[in-house]
């Protein structure tokens, strides 16, 4: 399975829309800092770092085309 994607889903992306929104500034998703090498990132702090920068919560509502596809994460909650 190639989970190199998160697709949010609707609530999470409303949630992140109504906590921008409110706090009036726009958060910084860029890299932060700089990278020498490839570190890679497990899918739940992938995820973890997503709630951070969008200041949502958990479960992180996530999109998958087929029930095969769904994530075994506790942080995430998948919408086929």
């Known amino acids: ?6 697709i949010v889903g609707y609530a999470s992306a409303l949630d992140y829309w109504r906590n921008a929104r409110a706090a009036q500034v726009v958060p910084d998703l860029g890299p932060h800092g700089k990278a020498y090498g490839v570190g ?18 958990t479960p992180l509502d996530v999109v998958v085309d087929r029930r095969e ?12």
């Not at 399975?1 to 998160?6: A, G, H, P, S």
């Not at 890679?40 to 919560?57: A, H, I, N, P, Q």
């Open 40 to 57: 890679y990132l497990t899918l739940s702090e992938r995820v973890l770092r997503v709630v951070e920068e969008c200041g949502s919560g």
């Open 1 to 6: 399975m190639n989970d190199t994607e998160l």
């Open 69 to 80: 596809k769904r994530h075994n994460c506790k942080y995430l909650h998948d919408c086929v």
